[in-house]
């Protein structure tokens, strides 16, 4: 494997000063929000690095749970800032509930199934696998509750008068629950149906580099990316599932929601 020295590891960050170049050629307003996404990435990764580094010579199943559960409160957290509708507290709990079910028992099933990592806590695969499935679910979660939330707001009067022609709120809203899935599972769809042509993805790329034959990393590519569709459907559907009762009231009426949040 090639070792990085750290004056070329600081030589990529020529890509962000072009970015940032183009950014000020064109009146682009995003040279902050950049800037901080970079420190922060860094800041993250060294930091990442060094606890790992330490879990892996120091396996304990306490420090590996609580670390897997704060990805989780994290992914979480994250969610909740990303959504620019205002969400009440039934709404959260549905979202938090979902996105920690759905990611942990693809986990569970992954790790204990198809790999049979033994022993259970071996941190070398636990947190990095869980890192990938939590970090999916989040992203079709969020990308879940902003379509169900648009659409909730934007057909409003379709579903009141669904609603008065007799509809259940189930039928009423099932239109814009099945969109919201749609819309949560299409991009690891579309990175499945690009994989292996258009691109290699992080992981595969990673283990070749790291000496790991192919055909390998190829096996683990296919499971973990198997694993990643089933943590973000299950977390997505158990979403959408609950979610569009915190829309209606127990007399079955359509809850007034505001239009988004102001800066």
Known sequence: MIEIEFWRLVSAYIFVVIVLLIFQWRGISRKLKLTIATLRMTFQLVIAGYILSYLFDNPNPFLVVLVVLFMELFAIYTIFKSIDHPMGKRLKVVIA?????GS????????YVVLNVSPWFEPRYIIPIAGMMIGNAMTGVTLGVQSLLDNMIDNREKIEGSLMLGATPNKAVKPYVDRAFDSAVLPTINN???MGIVFLPGMMTGQILAGLSPTMAIKYQ??????????VAMSVILFTQFAY???FTKDMQLIHQTEKKTD
Do not use: C, E, K
């Open 97 to 101: 509930t979902s996105m920690v079910a």
């Open 245 to 247: 009762r915190t829309f």
């Open 192 to 194: 499945m149906i690009g």
């Open 104 to 111: 942990l028992i693809s986990l569970v099933y992954f790790n």
């Open 222 to 231: 296919l499971a973990i990316m198997l694993g990643i569709l089933g943590g």
